[in-house]
């Protein structure tokens, strides 16, 4: 399942950015996409996931309220629309996917990524 990540870029605190992520190859109803994010020197960290079958999602905290993800299964694109960016929302962002039967947040159970996209939120 290849995976095209983009929409990165530099953005002031409390504007918005829409990062997109193009799915090639077959997909399945429980496959589950996901967002994650790594900022220097910390730990790779789960944002968003959608199940590609029936649309649901589920969030990190601190994306709760602010990000949105979304899939286009005609299109076979996942975005994520961040709104009320903040400077901590600075990170390289990944999609992923996962083919789990339950959908995860864990990174360990994706099993294909794209290859990343910067954002950069200053303050």
């Known amino acids: 399942v290849p995976l095209q990540a983009s929409g990165g870029g530099l953005q002031q605190s409390g504007c918005s950015l829409n990062l997109s992520c193009a799915v090639s190859?077959?997909?399945?109803?429980?496959?589950?996409m996901g967002w994650f994010r790594q900022a220097p020197e910390k730990e790779r960290e789960f944002v968003a996931r959608v199940k590609w079958g029936d649309g649901t999602t589920y969030y990190a905290d601190p994306a709760k309220g602010r990000f949105t993800i979304s899939r286009d299964n005609a299109k076979k694109m996942v975005s994520l629309q961040m709104d009320s960016l903040r400077p901590e929302d600075t990170a390289v962002y990944y999609c992923?996917?996962?083919?789990?039967?339950?959908?995860?947040?864990?990174?360990?159970?994706?099993?294909?990524w794209g290859q990343g996209t910067q954002v950069t939120v200053s303050s």
């Open positions: 992923a996917a996962s083919t789990a039967a339950v959908a995860t947040t864990s990174a360990k159970y994706y099993y294909y």
């Open positions: 190859g077959r997909t399945f109803s429980h496959y589950s």
